[in-house]
């Protein structure tokens, strides 16, 4: 047995901020729930693995509490001395064992809204947020839903080499046309989609590209709609990705508005938009149109001649200007993710 268990409602894969811990651990254990039924490889010294079908609601509601059982019983088992829980459900599902039995020696991860709609679910996060050893949040804006507390900010910036850095920058240019529009990543939330391909229907000044998982999704509504200005990608090689975004004048972070999961999430998209030095498209009244302040563009698609008023926007901009926008937010980036590496050293190698 290690003396730290890292405790995952999915598999670990889907979670790649996991190894943002690893390198303040010798050795430790896992326990996860392996829902995409694979054979998942880990550095571990002991993996717990649980195995439930979640196909419905009613499968995926009886695995919870199933996990939550078998996760407590180890942890009841093992008494290890610092825990890990990458996923808040899990967290309020064993919210006594952790309170009382590992209070001052758990790390919450929050990555998401969950349930805080719910006084129940409220009740009990709030009572976890103040036991914890660390609370750690991959966006400040939560803490507009969450309990009060104290959290410790991480970003999930993605490394990249310098040299890459610097050359998109230098290939930056308000004169290029079409002015290459991207949306990177999986392609979700259709219904952003297509307003935004209405709104910049064959405008030879654009050229819209979907790249990713679900873009061919979009393909009959292009056909239908007699688009000629839409590129499809459907699939790309991880190593593809800073290509793609180095390749594109404008990145797409257009998911909607108005609902908790969306308006105080930071998109990865945001840290390539910083460090390409490229303008972001955002929607109004969230988080990342607060955050990106000096190269984030607030556009909303339902209002009239968007493509007018964001090439007025585009072609008006000043790269310095911009350029200092970008490396002020990734100063603050950089200084929070300093602190995020202190404090998470002093918590897992408390003797």
């Known amino acids: 047995m290690s003396r730290i268990c890292f405790v995952s409602l999915d598999n670990l894969y889907l979670f790649p901020y ?66 890990v829980l990458l996923h808040t459900p899990l967290a309020v599902l064993i919210e006594k064992l952790l309170c009382t039995q590992y209070a001052g020696r758990y790390l919450l991860d929050i990555r998401d809204y969950s349930y805080e709609g719910f006084r129940w679910y409220y009740e009990r996060e709030k009572k976890l947020i103040k036991h914890a050893g660390l609370n750690v949040i991959s966006s400040k804006g939560y803490t507009t839903f969450l309990p009060p507390g104290n959290y410790i900010p991480v970003h999930n910036d993605n490394i990249i080499k310098h040299s890459s850095i610097e050359a998109a920058r230098k290939r930056f ?54 688009v000629e200005n839409v590129r499809l990608t459907d699939y790309f090689a991880p190593e593809q990705t800073v290509e793609h975004f180095a390749q594109s004048d404008v990145i797409f972070n257009l998911y909607g508005n108005h609902t908790p999961l969306l308006d105080f999430a930071l998109s990865n998209k945001l840290y390539y938009a910083a460090k390409f030095c490229r303008p972001i498209l955002v929607c109004p009244d969230t988080y990342m149109q607060k955050v990106s302040t000096g190269f984030g ?9 968007v493509a007018d008023d964001f090439y007025l926007y585009y072609t008006a901009i000043n790269k310095e200007d911009m350029q200092k ?27």
Not at 203 to 216: H, K, P, S, W
Not at 297 to 305: G, K, N, V
Request: hydrophobic share 35%.
């Open 18 to 83: 996991f190894k943002r811990y690893l390198p303040y651990v010798k050795d430790y254990d896992v326990i996860f729930w392996n829902r995409s039924d694979i054979e998942e490889k880990t550095q571990a010294k002991n993996s717990y693995i649980f195995r439930s079908p979640s196909r419905n609601k009613y499968q995926k509601l009886l695995g919870y509490i199933r996990f939550s059982r078998f996760v407590a019983k180890i942890l009841k088992k093992n008494k290890y001395e610092r825990i």
């Open 297 to 305: 563009y607030t556009m909303d698609l339902d209002a009239p001649h």
């Open 173 to 226: 240019s308000t004169q290029r046309r079409p002015i290459v529009i991207s949306n990177i990543g999986l392609i979700r939330f259709h219904q952003q989609n297509k307003k935004l391909i209405q709104a910049f229907k064959n405008d030879l000044r654009f050229e819209i590209r979907f790249i990713g998982q679900g873009a061919n999704e979009l393909a009959d509504f292009c056909k239908e709609q007699k």
């Open 325 to 351: 926008s970008c490396d002020n937010f990734l100063e603050n980036v950089r200084e929070e993710n300093e602190n995020f590496n202190r404090e998470v050293e002093r918590f897992l190698n408390y003797k």
